[in-house]
C-alpha cells in the first residue's frame, strides 16, 4: 500500500510505477517506447515539425496540470507577470504587440493570462476563453528552453536547448492546491531554482539535479546523465511520466509499464529528436576568456592522463557507450544508484560556459570549482597557472 507521501509524490508529477492502462490495449503501432538498453537510432525526423512540437506540444497533460493540480486557478488568481518571472518562467518577447509591456500593469495576475492566450510565456500552453483560463499544460521548452533577456531579464527571444536554470519547478509545483502536504511542501521548496528530481515519484527519494542542457547533442552518444538510453528515451520517460502527457512508456529496470491509448507520445519522438540534433552549443561570447591562457589550457587538456582522455574530442565525451562508477571520478552515486545504469556517461563540454552551477547535481558552482575537484579527486598534479589556463579553455568551448 502507497504511503500517503507515495500517493502524493505520484500526484505531483504522475509516474505510475507499474501498469496505467488508459483507455485500453495500444492499437498496433502504439506502446512501444524505445528500450533503455537499446542503443538502435530513432527512425529519421522531421526537426521543422520537432520544434512546433518542443515547443508547443503538451502530449495531452493538460488533464493532469487543470485537472488534478488545478493551476488554472493558482495562475487566475495569483500569479502576475512579476510572480511569474521570479519563479523563472520566460516571456517570448516576439510575439507580444508593439508596446504590449507598457500598457499592461504586471501585477496583474490578468496580464499573464493574456500572456498566455498569445503562446507567449516559454513552455505552457493555454486554452483561454473571455479572459479565463479553460485548459493549462506544460511542454519541452519549461524547463530546456530560455530567453536572450534583450527586452528585460526573462524577457527576449527564445533560446531553445538553453536549460532554464532560473526556472523553480518546485516551488511552482508547490503552488497546486493538491499538493498542500506538509511534507510534500518540504520536499518541492527544498529543491530550489535550476533543480529538479526525475526520480523522486518513482522511488520516493528526494536528491534534484541541475536542469540539462537540450543543446549540442548531435554526435553525443550517450546524452543522459546516467546514459539509460538514447535523447528519445529521455524524450518519453519525462513526457509520460514528468509532464504526465497521455503517452506509453516502459522501462523493466525501473519496473514502469504505462500503456495509453490514443499515444500522444511516441509517433512524436523522431521529429522532437530531430529537432533537439539541430540545437548546437552556443559560441563562447566575444570577450569572455582568454585567448592565449586558452590556447596553454588546450595543451593541458590534451595531456596525457588528463581530460581528454574521457572528454575525447570533437564531441568532449567517451567515444562509445561508456558509463563511469562514480568511484572513478568521485561524483555522489545516489543519482547512478537510481537510474538503471549504475554510473554516470561523460559530460560533453561544449557550451559549458553557459550552464553553471556543474556536475549533475551542481555542487560545483564554477568552472575553477570543477577543476579543482578534478585535480584534487585524480592527483593530476596540475600547477596553479595550469588550472587557471585550464578554466580559461572550458569556458572557450
Not at 523563472?88 to 507580444?96: E, R, S, W, Y
Not at 550552464?355 to 585524480?378: I, K
Request: charge should be negative; proline fraction near 8%.
Amino acid at each position: 500500500m502507497r504511503s500517503a507521501l507515495a500517493l502524493l509524490a505520484f500526484l505531483a508529477v504522475g509516474l505510475v510505477s507499474t501498469c496505467d492502462r488508459q483507455g485500453g490495449e495500444p492499437t498496433p503501432g502504439e506502446g512501444q517506447a524505445p528500450s533503455p538498453s537499446s542503443r538502435d537510432p530513432v527512425a529519421a525526423g522531421d526537426p521543422v515539425a520537432g520544434r512546433e512540437i518542443f515547443r508547443f506540444d503538451t502530449f495531452g497533460d493538460e488533464r493532469f496540470w487543470t485537472d488534478t493540480l488545478r493551476m488554472h486557478e493558482v495562475i487566475e488568481s495569483s500569479v502576475d507577470p512579476l510572480t511569474a518571472l521570479a519563479v523563472g518562467l520566460k516571456v517570448d518577447a516576439d510575439v507580444l504587440p508593439p508596446g504590449f509591456l507598457g500598457q499592461v500593469d504586471l501585477g496583474d495576475p490578468a496580464t499573464t493570462v493574456a500572456l498566455l492566450e498569445m503562446n507567449a510565456l516559454v513552455g505552457l500552453k493555454a486554452e483561454v476563453a473571455a479572459g479565463r483560463i479553460q485548459r493549462v499544460g506544460v511542454t519541452c521548452a519549461l524547463c530546456h528552453s530560455d530567453v536572450d533577456d534583450s527586452v528585460q531579464e526573462g524577457i527576449g527571444r527564445r533560446q531553445d536547448g538553453y536549460p532554464n536554470r532560473d526556472l523553480d519547478p518546485g516551488k511552482i509545483l508547490s503552488l497546486s492546491p493538491a499538493l498542500q502536504d506538509t511534507a510534500i511542501q518540504a520536499v518541492l521548496t527544498s529543491w530550489g531554482p535550476g533543480m529538479y528530481d526525475a526520480y523522486w515519484n518513482h522511488d520516493n527519494l528526494n536528491d534534484p539535479t541541475v536542469i540539462p542542457a537540450a543543446y549540442g547533442l548531435n554526435g553525443v552518444p550517450v546524452e543522459t546523465f546516467t546514459g539509460e538510453g538514447p535523447v528519445s528515451y529521455w524524450n518519453a520517460y519525462v513526457a509520460v511520466t514528468q509532464m504526465h502527457g497521455q503517452g506509453s512508456f516502459r522501462d523493466p529496470k525501473m519496473g514502469i509499464e504505462i500503456v495509453a491509448s490514443p499515444d500522444l507520445v511516441t509517433s512524436k519522438l523522431p521529429d522532437l529528436q530531430a529537432y533537439q540534433l539541430t540545437l548546437a552549443a552556443p559560441a563562447s561570447p566575444p570577450g569572455s576568456y582568454d585567448p592565449d591562457a586558452a590556447a596553454r589550457g588546450e595543451a593541458v587538456f590534451t595531456g596525457q592522463g588528463t581530460c581528454a582522455s574521457c572528454h575525447m574530442l570533437p564531441n568532449f565525451t567517451d567515444a562509445g557507450e561508456r558509463v563511469h562508477e562514480p568511484s572513478e571520478t568521485g561524483m555522489d552515486p545516489g543519482l547512478a544508484e537510481r537510474g538503471t545504469t549504475g554510473g554516470y556517461r561523460t559530460t560533453p563540454l561544449r557550451g559549458a560556459w553557459q550552464r553553471p552551477p556543474y556536475f549533475h547535481d551542481g555542487s560545483a558552482a564554477t568552472l575553477e570549482e570543477v577543476v579543482d575537484h578534478y585535480e584534487d579527486f585524480l592527483g593530476l598534479g596540475l600547477s596553479a597557472q595550469q588550472k587557471a589556463d585550464l578554466v580559461e579553455y572550458l569556458k572557450s568551448l
